[in-house]
């Protein structure tokens, strides 16, 4: 028994010594790793560090020196002012003349009974309290307003009143008419609130025909005691921006006449 048992146990202890040097091999093959290493700085013998970067010193402002103020907000902006277009005036009623038919206006300050409208008979008289009857034909409104003003001076009526005390102002003015005859293109009656020339009743009247004599248009006018005079009109030189002084106001009652061409007036 023994001598079988000392084999066996001999093999075992190889075995045994084999599996522990194997293991010893396998840890000495095993490497730790490296461990890291940090950088160093080195600083020589006798140096000073280097010092954290300051932060920016204030600015010193010299004694007596006004210190610089600060940057203003800028100004609001202006909006641009609207212009106002200016009113058109239709009719300038100082430079309107007063014509038989028309209707007027007259009041005087501070007095209630003379202020009332007046109707122009066709003569041009008006009949007015206190001043009796007066001409009025021809006059514009602020010639008839100073009429009336010395008419009441003069008559010891209201010797204090003033010119500008005195009013007159247009109602109607369906007196201020004037008829194109001949050779037009819409001959007729016109009635106009403002003062018309000559080459404004033929552009109203629509202009000449073609067979219309431009240099022997006459306008025919009744003064006040009802005798009718002629007057030439010489359209082409007017057209040329010759003999201006041709163009003439027209006045109520007034008749332009265009002969045809090749036919005596």
């Known amino acids: ?13 190889a075995i045994a010594w084999s599996a522990g040097s194997a293991m010893a091999q396998e840890s000495s093959n095993t490497t730790a ?48 002012a609207t212009a ?23 009041s005087v300050y501070g007095e209630r009974d003379l202020d009332r409208d007046v109707a122009v008979e066709p003569d041009g008289g008006i ?8 001409n009025a034909r021809g006059l514009t409104l602020s010639e008839l307003s100073k009429k009336i003003a010395d008419s009441l001076r003069a008559g010891n009526m209201l010797p204090n009143v003033t010119d500008p ?9 369906s007196g201020n008419s004037f008829s194109v005859i001949g050779q037009v293109k819409q001959p007729g009656t016109f009635v106009t609130d403002t003062q018309v020339d000559v080459m404004q009743a033929l552009s109203l009247a ?27 009109f010489d359209y082409s030189s007017v057209e040329d921006g010759e003999k201006l002084n041709m163009n003439i106001q027209l006045q109520g009652g007034d008749v332009v006449v265009v002969p045809q061409a090749g036919l005596g007036f």
């Open 1 to 13: 028994m023994k001598r079988l048992l000392t084999p066996i146990a001999f093999i075992m202890v």
């Open 127 to 134: 009949a007015f309290p206190l001043v009796g009857n007066l």
């Open 206 to 232: 629509g202009g000449l025909t073609p067979f219309a004599s431009k240099s022997r248009i006459i306008v025919l006018r009744r003064d006040n005691g009802g005798a009718q005079t002629k007057i030439p």
């Open 84 to 106: 106002v277009p200016a009113t058109a005036v239709p009719a300038t009623e100082s430079l309107y003349r007063i014509n038989g038919g028309d209707t007027i206006h007259i």
């Open 165 to 173: 005390e005195v009013t007159v102002s247009l109602v109607k003015s």
């Open 33 to 80: 790793p490296a461990a890291t290493t940090l950088p160093v700085t080195t600083v020589p013998a006798g140096a000073t560090p280097a010092a954290a970067p300051a932060e920016p010193a204030p600015a010193v402002v010299p004694a007596g020196a006004t210190p610089a103020a600060a940057p203003a907000e800028p100004a609001p902006a202006v909006e641009p």
